[in-house]
């Protein structure tokens, strides 16, 4: 009787400890997350935007409407800005967190960051269920720690939501496999539903859950084979039937998804490769994109690095799980889901007349690798758990390395992302300084303006090709200075009069303009001219 009860007792002490290290962890995670806030990008190349107004027009006037595509035709293009609205999941959480917190980049940045918090979590308990509880915690670090992550946990962007939601429909779906309860089923598809609700790219998730759900097919009683494809089935018939009143078309989403992909191709241009009877095309991203991107071979963005040296640890990770005949499940989401969104297509087109097969391939984005975190984590903390059993030294050694090098990337991309609109956040000060003057300015540069100063402005004024410098006068106008990570300065002067260009280039300034304030940086693409505030008398 007393060594039951001792080893209850050192149980339960177990037991705690595994949860007292994850809340360690997920307290390191948010303090990480809070030190190298991004927020407001301005560009990157839009999403950040167009994810901010939609959140913001649910804020002011209600529910989206979709009653303007009741008599769109079959061959209607759809701009790929058009796909957001179709993104409940992104745009309402951030709504509410308006109506909570009030609007502003930081109550929209914290929906993603909310999910990366629920993902570390997750993936603690996926690595608990799938290895052991010291590499759900290695995992849960590891995770806390990944520049791509970090970055991505305080972006106004759907990829870290996305990624969340993914991993626990697995979770769920695992659980209820091992557990044999109804309800774990259930929620899987439930949560793949609102996964889907963020971004329609959920769906890739799919083909490694059936599989393992066909593997596992004889230990699934009858009626619980439907339970997870009824949880999703009651999310997307809710999503269907809302666009049918809206748009009599109860596939609306799909078809401006599909839309947007032949908009981006036809209207945008792109480049060809040919590969036997391939035929390739390609919009956004090279056709290996991703794995030149992680190994160093280029860069999305120079002095940008989103995967650290992580992917130089995963490979031999994969190889070792691979050689110990273990986490088959972990390799194939992984490997499959990172080619899938290397080499996947939204198109392909055969022409047997001529024997080519045209192969449109999917678009590519850095950020689209949150998908895979979790899986390559997983693996990568395997791997570690078994460099600690075999040597503690050498575990410390690389383990230290990592961390390290991956502060530095956080810290370069935090600097990059952050500081594209450093310039408009100083004459944000400075414009709530002075709330009785009038500040004139582009149109992108006041947008990101009133973001920052959470609306709270009524002093802003856009300057056009029309303006006139009369206009100007008893008033301060902002010239210079960065936009966002993907506007050119230069680009932004074409929405200013002539006079503004030059000023702007030119050190010569009429008389009645007196400068009042420079901001001072580097001279880059982004930010070709300081950022420079004038008083007009």
Known sequence: M??????????????????????LIVFFAVIVKL?????????????????????????????????????????YLANPAETFAFRP??????????????????SASLWAFICSVLGIITIFYLGKLLINETSGLLAAFLLSINPLDVIFSTRITSDVPLAFFMALTVLLFLSGLKKNKNKLYFLAGITLGLAYLVKILALSIVPFVLVYYLYQWYKIKKFQKGLFFLGFLIVFSCEAIFY????????????????????????????TLKYGLLNIYYNTGVPIFHLENVFGLATHRPGVNLAGYFYFLIIPAIVYSLYKRKNYFLVFWGVALFLYLEFGFVSIKPDFEKGIIHYYMIFKDPRFLTLVSYPF????????????????????????AL???????????????????NDLRVASEFISNNPNNLFYSDFIGINNIDIITNHKLTNLRYM???????????????????????????????????FAKNITKSESIPKNWKLVLTVTGEIIPIRQYDLKIYYVS
């Not at 039951?4 to 705690?16: C, D, M, Q, S, T």
């Not at 210079?480 to 074409?494: A, E, K, N, Q, Y």
């Open 403 to 421: 961390i390290a090098s991956s502060f530095y990337y956080i810290y370069k991309d935090y600097l990059f992302y952050r500081g594209s609109l």
């Open 377 to 400: 984590m997983l693996l990568l903390s395997y791997f570690f758990y078994a460099i600690l059993k075999f040597n503690k030294i050498v575990f410390l050694i690389i383990f230290t």
């Open 89 to 106: 999941m992104v745009n309402y959480p951030i709504a509410f967190l308006f109506k909570i917190f009030g609007p502003g980049e930081n």
């Open 35 to 75: 030190i190298f806030f991004v927020g407001l990008v301005g560009s990157d190349p839009q999403d950040d935007g167009i994810y901010y107004n939609n959140a913001y027009g649910i804020y002011k006037f209600g529910i989206q409407k979709f009653s303007s595509y009741r008599n769109v035709g079959k061959d």
């Open 244 to 271: 049918y009143a809206q748009s009599e078309d109860f596939l609306l989403n799909y078809h401006i998804t599909s839309s947007a992909y032949k908009f981006k191709y036809e209207r945008e241009g792109y480049g």
């Open 464 to 498: 056009n090709t029309e303006t006139k410098m009369e206009d100007l006068n008893n008033s301060y106008v902002i010239l210079g200075g960065s936009r966002g990570v993907d506007i050119v300065t230069d680009h932004v002067l074409t929405y200013l009069p002539d």
């Open 2 to 23: 007393k060594l039951e009860k001792f080893f209850k007792r050192k149980l339960k002490i177990k037991k705690i400890k595994s949860e007292f290290w994850l809340i």
